[in-house]
């Protein structure tokens, strides 16, 4: 690739690194550092020493090249997209690129902390649209450093060389490799001026279907997932932890525990001070360590602990639903919370023909990730080792420093690769709790949980129950729309959330068809609950998706309306409309109609499906991406077959369309596990959910035989992946379903339903 204009060959000055990272604002940095700087990416083991241009690259004497992975990877692929954006300015073959993952990254500066690489959490699906500019400036950056130094060598302005396959090519052909020329390049300083980036259509690796960087490793087992951890002398622990939330122990006898071969200790952890937010460990808890995960276990099943009960030890799941029931009574509206209001829906409503109401209810739900909480730490007086498969590891080194006392700049942490995440590693009570225990010892602590553990003690998907209701007038339009949700609020007793209104992360003041109907009223009736509650993916999304697909559908019912008709109709002409919740700044109502429009070509919509048989269709707006499905399923007897299913999804340019259509898949079958199989239920304050054959996630043999994605490039600038796919899924489901069987499923999960109806 050829720079624009003609740079004049550089004097080169003392030697220094190039280091990309993000300043206190927030802002990315591209600063220099002098050669002994020790944050530079971390050298493994070639066999010539390699140098390095930047936080991000490495390349060897025969031209290969390492570039560093600066995300979380919890399955979402970023360890292949990101380092695809540098590779793409670099402008390298992939078939030479090596990727390794980058700890984090955590330095004081004099204007405060900083993280040197850039963000690299996990959440929102944030980390493309993050990337995209300056992780491509890194490598551009560092592909100008090549052209000045081959400049210099050739005695030729870097104007007239052009880049190519990690080579520096001549007018008249002549080639310097990129290991030629690296040495020279990483004397020179930093370019004033951000470089000129790529044009898509010069893209040579961006929009190319890459398989996973490590993929070989990952299935042939040599893969280290954060449990996998270990060091020498590590003492496994597992804990006992109070089943009601701010219950505590009244007594403890471990001389049986203590008597178990390989149990080493018994310590005791403290959760939460009651009403106190939960960022620490999530319970009061009893800790075994021992030599193996089975001597902790045992260890563990024989201590006897009276626990004392907290204050939410009478709460249940049929307490909640008549909590809701109570709130969405007309004569409370009043006290709900707005949301957002445009017009006056009271008075649509009393000049309306007819007003058509339903109501909407999920449950709270647990994450399941694969790969339960784990984490491998050592403390020692002055400095701190982590090991974990993480989503925010700059909360998990606050955590740390604030429990061992042991300045952030020592706390070393080390990204693996993670078995799922979905919001639940966005919490760190299991590094709470991990460094809590190790402070106890002077070994290296490795805290795992079990699934039990895990389903019993996490941070939930947010209960709700929705009234909806919309006015028609007497062409059949609809004038007003109303959406009061009774809900768990998600900010419960979260630090981090408690300047935020009680409906954020529930609902999103801007989502469909908010902006498309005048009389408009979105409100908050608040639910008393002890449960944590936390990010689930797609957040909000998961379930006001399915509140307003479901209802869109009853309406176009009740209208004898086309469902897509119906929905293409609301949106009407393509625009863009202001949002400004997460994924903003607009709402394109194109966009939103061409996935719909797309997933119902795909699947054949308008067409007589085969007997027992039925069509659904559902589209959702999240974090920046639109996606629709269509399903064909049956449901004879009560039993759901899906027959077909079809994703249409836009999340702009297209970084690995590999790594697209596997998100897109993932949250297919993520949303119709959801809305079939799964839901969390209270008694007496306790969750009775305790591994899979309760909490049953979809099984290889229920599952579609293949989900169709069909990827709609509209070219604007890529959001993520890895949310957008889930929530239309749900409802799509069940307005299949509907046109299957004339059975309209209105609470989640579906569960025995349908056999008991049918």
């Not at 020179?188 to 996973?212: C, M, N, Q, Y």
């Not at 007819?354 to 050592?378: N, S, W």
Request: proline share 7%.
């Amino acid at each position: 690739m050829r720079p624009p204009g003609d740079v004049a060959p550089a004097n080169p000055s003392r030697r220094r690194f190039l280091v990309a990272g993000a300043a206190a604002s927030g802002a990315l940095v591209v600063g220099w550092r002098s050669a002994n700087a020790q944050d530079t990416l971390p050298y493994l083991g070639a066999r010539i020493e390699p140098t390095s241009l930047g936080a991000f690259v490495r390349i060897e004497k025969s031209g290969a090249v390492t570039i560093g992975a600066r995300g979380c990877e919890i399955g979402q692929g970023v360890k292949t997209s990101l380092p695809m954006l540098i590779a793409e300015e670099l402008d390298v073959d992939w078939n030479r690129v090596r990727v390794e993952q980058l700890p984090y990254g955590y330095v004081e500066t004099d204007k405060g902390a900083s993280d040197k690489y850039g963000d690299q959490s996990a959440g929102g699906s944030t980390s493309i649209p993050t990337a995209w500019k300056d992780l491509r400036q890194a490598g551009a950056t560092a592909r100008w450093l090549l052209l000045v130094a081959a400049s210099a060598k050739l005695n030729l302005p870097a104007g007239q060389l052009r880049t190519e396959s990690g080579n520096v090519v001549a007018p008249d052909g002549t080639t310097l490799s990129y290991g030629d020329l690296v040495d020279a390049a990483s004397k020179l300083d930093l370019p004033t001026e951000p470089r000129e980036l790529k044009k898509p259509e010069d893209f040579k690796i961006v929009g190319k279907p890459t398989p996973t960087v490590d993929a070989r490793e990952i299935v042939t087992g040599e893969t280290q997932f954060g449990i996998d951890a270990f060091l020498a002398e590590t003492l496994i622990a597992v804990v006992a932890r109070s089943p009601w939330i701010d219950g505590g122990g009244a007594s403890l006898d471990d001389a049986e525990t203590r008597k178990v071969a390989g149990v080493k200790d018994v310590v005791r952890i403290a959760g939460p001070q009651p009403g106190a937010p939960f960022d620490g460990a999530l319970a009061d808890g009893v800790a075994v360590l021992a030599t193996s995960t089975w001597a902790a276990l045992r260890g563990r099943e024989k201590l006897k602990i009276e626990w004392k009960p907290g204050p939410f030890a009478d709460e249940s799941t049929e307490a909640l639903h008549r909590q809701a029931d109570e709130l969405l009574k007309p004569a409370n509206a009043q006290n709900a919370l707005p949301v957002r209001r445009d017009g006056d829906v009271d008075k649509a409503r009393k000049a309306a023909r007819k007003t058509i109401e339903a109501r909407y209810t999920v449950p709270f739900l647990a994450h399941a990730t694969m790969e339960p909480p784990a984490a491998l730490i050592r403390v020692e007086k002055d400095k701190v080792l982590l090991i974990a498969s993480l989503q925010d590891p700059d909360g998990a080194s606050e955590v740390v420093g604030a429990v061992t006392g042991v300045p952030r700049d020592k706390i070393e942490i080390r990204l693996a690769r993670a078995g799922g995440g979905f919001g639940r590693r966005l919490k760190n009570d299991y590094i709470a709790e991990a460094a809590l225990i190790a402070r106890q010892t002077d070994k290296p602590v490795k805290l795992i949980w079990t699934r039990d553990d895990d389903l019993r003690h996490d941070f939930y998907r947010p209960f709700c129950t929705f009234q909806m209701a919309a006015s028609l007038d007497r062409k059949n339009e609809i004038t007003a729309w109303s959406a009061h949700c009774a809900a768990t609020p998600r900010n419960h007793r979260d630090a981090r959330m408690k300047d935020s209104p009680p409906w954020a992360s529930t609902l999103a003041p801007d989502d469909f068809p908010a902006g498309l109907i005048a009389n408009f009223d979105l409100s908050l009736l608040p639910l008393e609950s002890g449960q944590p509650r936390g990010w689930w993916r797609a957040p909000a999304h998961n379930a006001t998706a399915f509140a307003v697909q479901s209802f869109v559908d009853e309406i176009a019912v009740a209208l004898k309306q086309d469902p897509l008709a119906l929905r293409l109709k609301l949106l009407g002409e393509p625009r863009e409309l202001p949002y400004q919740g997460h994924g903003g700044p607009v709402f394109d109502t194109g966009r939103m109609a061409a996935v719909l429009k797309a997933a119902a070509d795909k699947i054949g919509w308008g067409r007589k499906p085969d007997k027992d048989r039925g069509l659904g269709i559902a589209g959702h707006f999240t974090f920046g991406g639109y996606a629709a499905h269509a399903l064909e399923v049956s449901a004879i007897d009560g039993n759901v077959v899906v027959h077909r299913a079809v994703c249409a999804i836009d999340v702009g340019r297209v970084v690995n369309p590999l790594g697209l259509e596997a998100q897109a898949i993932g949250g297919t079958i993520d949303g119709l596990s959801t809305a079939l199989k799964l839901g969390i239920t209270l008694k007496e304050g306790k969750v009775q959910q305790s591994n899979f054959g309760d909490y049953p996630l979809l099984r290889m043999g229920q599952a579609p035989d293949d989900v169709e994605v069909v990827v709609v490039d509209s070219g604007h600038e890529p959001s993520g992946a890895g949310e957008m796919a889930l929530p239309s899924a749900l409802p799509a489901l069940t307005n299949a379903i509907y046109a299957a069987t004339q059975v309209r499923i209105r609470e989640l999960p579906i569960g025995d339903q349908l056999r008991k109806i049918l």
